[in-house]
């Protein structure tokens, strides 16, 4: 096997996804930011959840905005809803696991709040209902997807959608993108 050449590719791969990434998603990305200061301005927070790989990216983009993204500042409320074991195993045994995250919403989401759910499919039973429970909430319900947004489309506003069929970089890209939003939440505080 030449290794050499399957890294090449996916080198390229990534390449040409990031350099069309900024027509899919600028617009999007500018309104969810814009969105997220003006939140954090007025004492709301930030919720995400995503499952498996999305999960890893909700609590590291999580973690961006409490701790630090590139500056020293003062921390900023926000909160993965993916790492609380208790809640999440009981709300999979006593409900389903669809529910893991629509119950941590409907307890913690407040109007002015924005939810961010992560999926690679845009179809994951849990995280639309999340996204249905910030709508009720009175909660900003926005999302990162891939391929054609799934069952998001229409459910989350701002919906920004890697366009990719690939699962490995739209993982890729969503870091990315959260990245670029850590950057403009922190910017726009400070």
Known sequence: ???????????????????????AITAPLTRLAEICCRSVGQ?????FCGN???AADAQHLATE??????????ALPSIALTTDTSILTAAANDFSFDEVFSRQVEALARPGDVVIAISTSGKSPNILKALEAARTAGATAAGFSGRDGGAMVGLADPLLIVPSNVTARIQEMHILIGHMLCDAIETGIL
């Open 1 to 23: 096997m030449d290794f050499s050449k399957l890294i090449e590719r996916d080198i390229a791969e990534h390449a040409r996804l990031v350099s069309d990434l900024g027509q």
């Open 52 to 54: 498996g790989g999305s």
């Open 43 to 47: 004492g709301g927070k930030i919720l």
């Open 65 to 74: 905005i409490v701790v630090r993204y590139k500056v020293n500042r003062r």
